[in-house]
């Protein structure tokens, strides 16, 4: 299960809470992944970090199938919109039996902004600027509008029923569009 949206929109905590329901399950935190890189990052939000944004999430997405084929429930909890969406579909293809969840939150803008900038975590994105640039691009996502779920006015277990139900509902499987 891909849980996506802006920073601030609870990614992160739910996902947490989600794992913590299932007897064997994984968390993978796409911001770790960007952590592992020591020399020669580019913060994820410029523009030149495109090249090196698509690597780590190639990464992310051949770990997150790897659990899954361990048998473990797989939580992918990271800012992936979908110009990310082909790295997790050629995963996909590759192991059809697999089903991927995409879930994106997106509470409203200035909930979002505020819950961003009330993040205490040293590594944790508060600046307005990207946190509403991200947030303005998941505003509009076409046909997977369907894949969102506003949780602004949801608390932290409103939330995680929130998006359980809508995994149990099978609505936000994704299929790869042919190759």
Known sequence: MILSGPPGAGKSTIARALARHHG????LHTDDFWHYIVSGAIAPYEPAADGQNRVVVRVVAGAAYTYALGGFTTIVDGVVGPWMLNHYYDQARCHPGQ????????????VTLRRAQG???????TQRGPVLEMWDQFADLGELETHVLDTSHEDLEASVRSVASAIDSQRFILRPPPA
Do not use: F, N, S
């Open 119 to 125: 993040r205490t975590a040293p590594t944790a994105l």
């Open 99 to 110: 089903p991927l969840h995409y879930v994106v939150l997106r509470p409203g803008r200035e």
């Open 24 to 27: 064997k399950a994984v968390h």
